[in-house]
């Protein structure tokens, strides 16, 4: 805890319930994800196509939501929003309990994508306001690292269901994720209502959204950041043990070197960069995620299985670095390009590039990979570099890139 910022520790410590609520949120995302498909298969009759093709349709279905929420955002502030998403996914998991055909999993994992998407929307609008002027990036990485080692507790309880195998198992799972959200819907109860003060010139909405080419580039630079993201579930450890064809417990070790240096390692790294201009932190951030890919690339041409290990792990941890330095710093400067007004519909544009990416990153990144190690590695460093090149022009384009780290 002496890494934290005591002014940060304070200011959370403040809105302890909040924070609270995403611990929880974490947990219970984190222990379902992982028994998603094994419990349709377990709890219903419906065969594994059906479930895929009904998750696919509910996610397509949700895309709209988080924009269209973008306008109550603004008009009515984010606790009520907040909140509403937290019942949605409350009761879509709910409804899980109970489906038997594909239309019920259809609309149970519409709510559930809808509220996810609405969430997203609103975490960073609120994190805005509740966070003061020079701490941003300081939250936004305390709160990365608490969702992380949620997302990681979750897992852990999860194999514990995987491993006990029973139906009462998986339904047990899903009944805690319906407590886990309703929980959060209490404590938000509390959380201020971050909403724009009166006189704020919310005149143009959307269009004036879209009009905005400054922004552009922090929504191309969030859509490269995203699909590196989306690797390390996607293609990392389906390379390292089928292409590669290194030890199963290699997949299990890059995630967990990810959760240790995610969760643990960013409060020391943020307080490493502090001072340092926004912009070359994300450029230093691609630049990590391409080295991570180049060594992923060495390790294919790695004799020796015990030094393969090492590389792709190397790899991660270079790959984690990225995700630590960039994750923080992405969010606070599409936070703070945003006026005040407008700052839902801002973060939703933001957010759904990052929607976009996780909708196409498993058909994408499967295909790359299929093409061997020489096609899906140059390609992910190709979207580092583009990455790297939009941060740069954010440096001269975007106000809040071009500001240091830990300035008001």
């Known amino acids: 805890m002496t890494l934290i910022d005591p002014t940060v520790r304070t200011s959370m410590a403040r809105h302890g319930r909040f924070v609270t609520a995403i611990a929880i949120d974490a947990v219970g995302t984190g222990v379902f994800i992982p028994v998603t498909m094994l419990y349709f298969l377990a709890a219903t009759s419906l065969t594994l196509v059906q479930v895929g093709a009904a998750m696919t349709a509910a996610g397509l279905l949700a895309l709209p939501t988080g924009p269209l929420a973008a306008g109550l955002i603004d008009r009515y502030g984010t606790t009520p929003v907040l909140r509403a998403a937290n019942l949605a996914q409350a009761l879509g998991f709910a409804g899980y309990l109970v489906v038997g055909h594909t239309w019920q999993l259809v609309l149970c994992a ?39 080692l949620g997302y990681a507790l979750g897992g852990l309880l999860s194999a514990v269901a995987v491993g006990v195998g029973t139906h009462g198992a998986y339904t047990t799972v899903v009944a805690v994720n319906v407590l886990s959200f309703l929980a959060a819907f209490a404590l938000m109860r509390t959380v201020p209502n971050s909403r724009p003060e009166a006189g704020h010139d919310a005149a143009g909405g959307w269009r004036r959204v879209l009009r905005d080419r400054r922004f552009l580039p922090v929504v191309g630079q969030q859509l490269c950041f995203a699909i590196s993201l989306f690797a390390l579930n996607i293609a990392i450890p389906v390379y390292a043990v089928d292409v590669l064809g290194l030890p199963g417990w290699t997949a299990g070790a890059v995630f967990t070197l990810n959760t240790l240096m995610v969760g643990f390692g960013q409060a020391a790294v ?27 690339l060495a390790a294919d041409r790695v004799a020796a299985v015990g030094l393969a290990v090492a590389v792709v792990l190397l790899g991660a941890g270079s790959y984690s670095l990225g995700e630590i330095l960039g994750g923080p710093v992405t969010s606070t400067v599409a936070a703070e390009s945003a006026p005040d007004a407008l700052r839902g519909r801002y973060l939703a ?14 058909v994408a990144l499967s295909g790359l990979l299929s093409g061997g190690a020489a096609v899906i590695w140059p390609t992910l460093v190709g979207v580092s570099a583009l990455g790297a090149a939009l941060a740069a022009v954010m440096g001269r384009t975007v106000p809040a890139a071009a500001r240091r780290i830990g300035s008001a």
Not at 116 to 142: I, K, M, N, Q
Not at 270 to 296: D, P, T
Not at 349 to 362: K, M, W, Y
């Open 110 to 148: 519409w709510l559930i994508s809808a509220g996810r998407a609405v969430f997203s929307g609103c975490y960073g609008v609120t994190v805005t306001a509740l966070a003061p002027p020079g701490r941003r990036e300081r939250w936004f990485g305390l709160l990365g690292s608490v969702r992380n």
């Open 270 to 296: 943020l307080g490493r960069v502090g001072g340092r201009v926004r912009s070359r932190v994300l450029v230093a951030g691609h630049a990590c995620f391409a080295a991570g890919y180049l060594l992923f």
């Open 349 to 362: 544009l933001n957010q759904l590039a990052v929607t976009v990416a996780g909708t196409v990153a498993p």
